[in-house]
């Protein structure tokens, strides 16, 4: 069998990033290359995936050798796609993994920002309430009530300096640096393009989707097994096998059938989701304007602190949201070409400035 394109060529031997070409260098800034090159080669479980999958494809060698019968071949080639499967699922989990974690370690300090300026509006209002109390515009409930919302917001702030703390774990364990960086450069994306709809497009899909390779496969050995049964089993034993047989082949050709309305829901559902994140960004460039106006107000005094760092607020998780959102759809796009029969190396080269 030929090798399928739908293997992620990722190797740990051949990675495509060495630890040569991206450093943290003096200025202890580490960069999102480098820390996959380290999460990659340091990973246990990626380790653990790639092994297994060289196992696998040395026992599919062999087998192809030692094989006697088209049935033996063919369950030789189901157990390596099987492991192959396997493989690219590891590996696309594991770094939709790592780039969810670098984002989180990236916006770390702006999420910790929205914690501090919850608990500091918390405080106004507190003040606030206290002031309004001692002139009979507030009741002892309000006051109250006001001090239960900043216990939250500075229990929010306690909570989230523990995930703060769980990214550094993790970051240390997955790199196994042991100091960590003073800080994480954002990721700089290239601007993505989806490739325009076509049967070109489709027919790479569908050739590198393994799980209809194994359809076929299930369905060929069925149909093996059935013939042969007519010359060794039961009149019993032959129904079951023809059975079984009727099976693997209808359950190829709904997979068959479904496999264009797969392409078609994939494929649309990234493109909304690139024209979704170029809207996000339109947005996010206006809120930016915008709040420009409100720092002018509250420099002269036209608005108050609360009202300033509500709105401070809102401007950091409208940018943080935007990060998620971007991360998220880069990760679509990343998955989609895999789908098609890119390599990693070659989508991150596309990707990333």
């Not at 990236?106 to 209002?125: F, G, H, P």
């Not at 209809?212 to 089993?233: E, G, M, N, P, Y």
């Not at 997979?255 to 809207?279: D, R």
Request: charged fraction near 25%; proline fraction near 1%; glycine fraction near 2%.
């Amino acid at each position: 069998m030929k090798s399928s394109r739908a293997a992620l060529v990722l190797c740990i031997s051949v990675l495509f990033f060495s630890l040569t070409s991206f450093t943290m260098g003096n200025n202890n800034r580490m960069d999102f290359k480098t820390f996959w090159t380290l999460a990659f080669n340091n990973s246990a479980d990626m380790k653990m995936a790639t092994l297994s999958y060289e196992i696998a494809k040395m026992q599919y060698e062999e087998s192809k050798v030692v094989a006697e019968t088209q049935k033996e071949k063919l369950q030789a080639e189901k157990q390596f796609l099987q492991a192959q499967s396997a493989y690219n699922t590891s590996i696309k989990n594991f770094f939709s993994q790592m780039l969810n974690l670098y984002g989180s370690l990236v916006t770390a300090q702006k999420q910790r920002k929205v914690k501090e300026i919850a608990v500091r509006i918390k405080e106004l209002d507190l003040d606030a309430n206290k002031k309004a109390l001692s002139i009979g515009n507030a009741t002892q409930d309000d006051v109250k009530q006001a001090e239960v919302g900043l216990s939250n917001a500075e229990l929010n702030l306690s909570s989230f300096e523990n995930d703060i703390s769980k990214w550094w774990k993790e970051y240390s364990f997955y790199t196994t640096q042991t100091s960590t960086p003073a800080t994480f450069v954002p990721i700089s994306f290239k601007e993505i393009k989806l490739p325009t709809y076509s049967s070109t497009l489709l027919s790479l899909y569908t050739s590198n989707d393994l799980q209809l390779k194994l359809k076929q496969i299930d369905a060929q050995i069925s149909r093996i097994d059935a013939d042969l049964a007519h010359s060794t089993s039961s009149p019993q034993d032959v129904d079951i096998a023809e059975k079984n047989a009727e099976i693997a082949k209808l359950t190829l050709k709904k997979t068959e059938f479904n496999e264009e309305q797969s392409f078609v829901s994939t494929y649309n559902s990234l493109k909304n989701a690139i024209v979704s994140l170029q809207n996000a960004e339109k947005s996010l460039s206006t809120t930016r304007a915008n709040f420009k106006d409100t720092q002018t107000k509250y420099a002269k005094g036209l608005i108050s602190e609360s009202s300033y760092l509500t709105q401070l607020s809102a401007f950091y998780t409208q940018e943080l949201n935007m990060e998620t959102e971007r991360i998220n759809t880069y990760i679509s796009y990343v998955n989609f070409k895999l789908s098609i029969g890119e390599t990693l190396e070659d989508i991150l080269n596309e990707i990333l400035k």
